[in-house]
C-alpha cells in the first residue's frame, strides 16, 4: 500500500482556518468512510482529533472537523491556534484488515 | 483512562532480535472489539503499521515485516509484546504501540526510540 498523499507544510495566522488534504485511491480513502486524523506535537502521543471522516472524539474542539469527496479527505482547522501547531497525519482502511497512513503536514501558526 | 506505556532496549545490534512491551493501565486488553497494535516511524519518514492483534487472535502483519514480526498478547500481565528479527538500521524507528477500534488508532503510547547500531 502506497502513503496517503498530504501537503508537507499549510500555514495561517492566528484566527484564520487552513485545510489540509489527504489524496488517496478508490481502495482507500474513496472505498470507505473509515478515515482519521491525527494532530502530533514531537515527543508527545499522537492525539485522535477526527475518525470516520468527520467524527470527533469527546474532548476535541469543534474547530477540528473533516470531510471527503471522492478519493481526498480533509481536516480543516478554524480560528486557529497558536497550540494548534503541530503534525498532522490522516490514516484510512484500505481493505482486508489493512491501514494506510499519510505522508503527514506540519501546520504552522504564523 | 486508557494509557498506554511502551518499554524495549533503545540499541540494538543488526541481525539481533528487537523485543517491545506496551503496558496497558486503566483497561483490559481483554476486550475483543479491540486490536492492540505497534506503529513505527523512521526518522523523517512516515507512519506505518508493524503489526496488531487481537484478543480474539486475529493478526495482522505488514507484509513487508512478516516474515520477521511476531506479535503476542500477555493478558496476565496487560501487555503486549512485539518481537522482530533480523534488524538492520532500516528498522531505526520511534515505535508506537496503540489501540484500534473500528476505523480509529485511540490512544497512542508516547513512543520509544530504536536505534539499529553495532
Known sequence: QSALTQPPSVSGSPGQSVTISCTGTSSDVGGYNFVSWYQHHPGRAPKLMIYDVAKRPSGVPDRFSGSKSGNTASLTVSGLQAEDEALYYCNSYAGTNDFVFGTGTKVTVL | ?118
Open chain 2, 1 to 118: 483512562q486508557l494509557q498506554l506505556q511502551e518499554s524495549g532496549p533503545g540499541l540494538v545490534k543488526p541481525s539481533e532480535t528487537l523485543p517491545l512491551t506496551c503496558t496497558v493501565s486503566g483497561g483490559s486488553i481483554s476486550d475483543a472489539a479491540f486490536y492492540w497494535g505497534w506503529i513505527r516511524q523512521p526518522p523523517g519518514k512516515g507512519l506505518e503499521w508493524v503489526a496488531k492483534i487481537s484478543y480474539s487472535g486475529g493478526t495482522y502483519y505488514n507484509p513487508s515485516l512478516r516474515s520477521r514480526a511476531t506479535i503476542s498478547l500477555e493478558t496476565s500481565k496487560n501487555q503486549f509484546s512485539l518481537k522482530l528479527s533480523s534488524v538492520t538500521a532500516a528498522d531505526t524507528a520511534v515505535y508506537y504501540c496503540a489501540r484500534r477500534h473500528s476505523g480509529r488508532v485511540d490512544p497512542w503510547g508516547q513512543g520509544t526510540l530504536v536505534t539499529v547500531s553495532s
